[in-house]
């Protein structure tokens, strides 16, 4: 007798992707929020490895993108990020932001990895959001893929360890970098962000490593990952699949 296939399909892999909640740059006066390309570029890879996605903010609720990133914006600055404008322009999709899930009522048990986007909104909110990074301490110490990219690493800053140690200690890692930020305060003629990662991130003894200027980069240390900044959404998101093994 022939031995029956097995047909059960495996359950499917579950990533939380973190946004952040809308707010004004205390640098510049300007209204700010998450980087579109860095939560639809990593989502899409998401949704082909056939993951589910859920969509969160630390204080719940509808989140904005940064003007800039937006491809409709008139400045025409993302104009050429056809994947977030194919997202915004599906109401399905656009309704997961008038809604996200608060922090608070998350938890680390019910998915596999956590990936933190970007903008500009989190340099001025991430530090103060403890229950951010205690979730991301969560993911970590129960062997979960820990992701983060861009401005949005600047949340494993402030992430520590049961035994006190931080995070990113001895950790290779990437995130928005120094010549990155020389070269956005240039353009614009002022300081744009209120500290720097790669600066905060070295001190507390990250091996903080980057790739060209705008260029795509991510890296994975075991179950950490990082980005480099907008244009590497969908590199960190494939090495979270990889680290997921499917």
Known sequence: MSKAL??????????????????????????????ASELTHAWLEFIEAGYDVEIAS????????????????????????????????????M???????????????DFDAIVVAGGQSPMFTFPGETRLHNLLAEFYEAEKVTAALCHGTCALLYVRL??????????????????????????????LMPFRIEDEAKKLGANFITGGLFKEFAVRDGRLITGQQQYSGAATARLVIQALGI
């Open 162 to 191: 049961s035994d006190g140690q931080p995070l990113i200690k001895g950790k290779t890692m990437t995130g928005f970098a120094n010549f990155e930020e020389d070269f956005a305060d240039s353009v614009v003629g002022q300081k």
């Open 6 to 35: 097995n047909t059960t399909k495996s359950e499917k892999k579950r990533v939380l992707m973190v946004v952040a909640n809308p707010t004004i740059a205390t640098t510049t006066g300007w209204p700010v929020g998450f980087w």
């Open 58 to 93: 630390p204080r719940g609720g509808k989140v904005e993108m940064d003007s800039l990133s937006d491809p409709r914006d008139a400045s025409g600055y993302s104009a050429h990020d056809l994947i977030s404008l194919g997202f915004i322009h599906s109401p399905n999709l």
């Open 95 to 109: 309704a997961l932001l008038d809604n996200t899930k608060n922090l608070n009522d998350i938890s680390a048990t």
